[in-house]
């Protein structure tokens, strides 16, 4: 817990301070983004001095401690693909991963209590929703919404508002910035795997995981072998094969060893067709990538399941290597959002391309189940202090950042002990 460094009759604490548990000051330190700053990471992100939210019967008033770093942030800072500044709204506070101290619950509240240690779930609802007061699934009602993306309040502030079903306990043996890194990419990577019935992740399946040494990579690698399944990475450089076989990958795919990435040429164009399968000027296509498949694995199988969210440079190829009968599942669209997929291997080969996006409590329950189990692990590469929370982002932005999840120092005075990668 943060050293308690203040007196309760403060209205504004240094970062790195904290007030005694429970009481709340009136002004507080945050990363806000507003609508005419809209841009790179380095220029949207600028802190202010704003008002603590005032918390309605269901919520929660957390203090943050430390919060994760994801794409979101680059998302919202940009303004793109949503403005995630509302109409008649002033300014937006992006962070959808956190942990943190209760400091004050609604009188509705009754899973937690002041001083509670806790982790921050990203996804809100209304619970007076038809659809989720008859039980389905929130992620399918029209009010759910990424807390820190589509909400206006996140985890980079000294205080965050969220509702009572996002606070999850912090598991103990993790520091502050390794509990804040790890729920977000690790809900969605779980949902992928497990979420979609007859799709869901069996023992002995193989998984084909983009983007395997980054957030959602390095969850969707334990996840899979927690499993009992067969997990094969891609990868942008060799010195990241390493850290994915850690994780349980038994191999992985250097995709610049190909060159057929992009929109797939239209089916009347033949020549084009031709070298997306089979690749031009020294680097291999489609059919090449699918080799390098067997090849790991020692047989001509294909993955039951790829994991997605390059969008519009990959999903042609995944479907293409897809198992007949299996399943691309994505997340997002990274290189793009308007994807030219054949249908034919779709419809012939009975193939399944599901969206995904975030996941519900069960979800929740189920990743943090096995990080508090020590089965997975947040794998946290760097944190970074809070003024540095721009260039952090602009990492990610220009896909520079380290391999794992990162994190940055909100109300943590100093980094606490790392945990080690498996």
Same mark, same amino acid.
């Given at each position: 817990?943060?050293?308690?460094?203040?007196?309760?009759?403060?209205?504004?604490?240094?970062?790195?301070?904290?007030?005694?548990?429970?009481?709340?000051?009136?002004?507080?330190?945050?990363?806000?983004?507003?609508?005419?700053?809209?841009?790179?990471?380095?220029?949207?992100?600028?802190?202010?001095?704003?008002?603590?939210?005032?918390?309605?019967?269901?919520? +929660? %008033?957390?203090?943050?401690? $430390?919060? @994760? /770093?994801?794409?979101?942030?680059?998302?919202?800072? *940009?303004?793109?693909?949503?403005?995630?500044?509302?109409?008649?709204?002033?300014?937006?506070?992006?962070?959808?991963?956190?942990?943190?101290?209760?400091?004050?619950?609604?009188?509705?509240?009754?899973?937690?209590?002041?001083?509670?240690?806790?982790?921050?779930?990203?996804?809100?609802?209304?619970?007076?929703?038809?659809?989720?007061?008859?039980?389905?699934?929130?992620?399918?009602?029209?009010?759910?919404?990424?807390?820190?993306?589509?909400?206006?309040?996140?985890?980079?502030?000294?205080?965050?508002?969220?509702?009572?079903?996002?606070?999850?306990?912090?598991?103990?043996?993790?520091?502050?910035?390794?509990?804040?890194?790890?729920?977000?990419?690790?809900?969605?990577?779980?949902?992928?795997?497990?979420?979609?019935?007859?799709?869901?992740?069996?023992?002995?399946?193989? +998984? %084909?995981?983009?983007?395997? $040494?980054? @957030? /959602?990579?390095?969850?969707?690698?334990?996840?899979? *072998?927690?499993?009992?399944?067969?997990?094969?990475?891609?990868?942008?450089?060799?010195?990241?094969?390493?850290?994915?076989?850690?994780?349980?990958?038994?191999?992985?795919?250097?995709?610049?060893?190909?060159?057929?990435?992009?929109?797939?040429?239209?089916?009347?164009?033949?020549?084009?067709?031709?070298?997306?399968?089979?690749?031009?000027?020294?680097?291999?296509?489609?059919?090449?990538?699918?080799?390098?498949?067997?090849?790991?694995?020692?047989?001509?199988?294909?993955?039951?399941?790829?994991?997605?969210?390059?969008?519009?440079?990959?999903?042609?190829?995944?479907?293409?290597?897809?198992?007949?009968?299996?399943?691309?599942?994505?997340?997002?669209?990274?290189?793009?959002?308007?994807?030219?997929?054949?249908?034919?291997?779709?419809?012939?080969?009975?193939?399944?391309?599901?969206?995904?996006?975030?996941?519900?409590?069960?979800?929740?329950?189920?990743?943090?189940?096995?990080?508090?189990?020590?089965?997975?692990?947040?794998?946290?590469?760097?944190?970074?202090?809070?003024?540095?929370?721009?260039?952090?982002?602009?990492?990610?932005?220009?896909?520079?950042?380290?391999?794992?999840?990162?994190?940055?120092?909100?109300?943590?005075?100093?980094?606490?002990?790392?945990?080690?990668?498996?």
């Amino acid at each position: 817990m943060s050293t308690l460094t203040a007196t309760a009759t403060q209205t504004l604490y240094d970062i790195g301070e904290s007030p005694p548990v429970g009481q709340v000051p009136e002004r507080m330190h945050a990363w806000v983004i507003r609508r005419e700053r809209y841009g790179e990471p380095l220029q949207s992100f600028q802190t202010e001095m704003i008002d603590v939210p005032e918390i309605g019967d269901g919520e +929660v %008033l957390v203090h943050v401690m $430390a919060a @994760g /770093l994801n794409y979101n942030g680059v998302w919202a800072g *940009r303004g793109k693909p949503l403005d995630v500044i509302p109409r008649g709204g002033k300014f937006h506070i992006a962070g959808t991963d956190g942990s943190g101290i209760v400091y004050q619950v609604g009188k509705e509240v009754t899973n937690v209590q002041v001083g509670d240690e806790v982790v921050l779930g990203g996804v809100k609802w209304d619970p007076n929703c038809p659809l989720v007061r008859a039980g389905e699934d929130p992620c399918f009602s029209k009010t759910y919404h990424i807390y820190g993306y589509e909400a206006s309040w996140g985890s980079f502030a000294q205080f965050t508002l969220v509702q009572a079903h996002q606070c999850f306990p912090k598991p103990p043996h993790l520091s502050w910035e390794a509990a804040a890194a790890y729920l977000g990419s690790g809900l969605t990577s779980y949902r992928m795997l497990h979420r979609w019935g007859e799709h869901a992740v069996r023992p002995g399946d193989v +998984v %084909l995981i983009w983007g395997a $040494a980054g @957030g /959602l990579g390095c969850q969707a690698h334990q996840i899979a *072998r927690e499993a009992g399944a067969i997990s094969i990475g891609v990868v942008s450089d060799d010195s990241k094969i390493e850290f994915c076989k850690r994780l349980g990958a038994i191999g992985c795919i250097n995709r610049t060893h190909f060159g057929h990435w992009g929109q797939v040429p239209h089916w009347t164009d033949s020549a084009g067709f031709k070298k997306w399968l089979k690749g031009e000027g020294g680097k291999g296509g489609a059919h090449a990538f699918r080799k390098s498949i067997w090849q790991i694995l020692g047989e001509k199988r294909n993955p039951r399941i790829v994991i997605e969210h390059a969008g519009e440079d990959t999903i042609a190829t995944s479907v293409l290597v897809c198992d007949n009968g299996g399943m691309v599942v994505t997340c997002a669209g990274t290189s793009g959002y308007s994807p030219i997929v054949d249908l034919r291997y779709l419809w012939m080969r009975q193939k399944r391309l599901q969206g995904s996006h975030a996941g519900n409590l069960d979800d929740i329950r189920g990743i943090n189940d096995l990080v508090m189990a020590k089965r997975v692990d947040p794998c946290l590469s760097k944190t970074f202090p809070w003024k540095e929370l721009p260039q952090a982002h602009q990492l990610m932005a220009d896909n520079r950042h380290p391999p794992g999840n990162m994190a940055v120092l909100v109300s943590a005075p100093e980094p606490g002990l790392g945990v080690s990668v498996r």
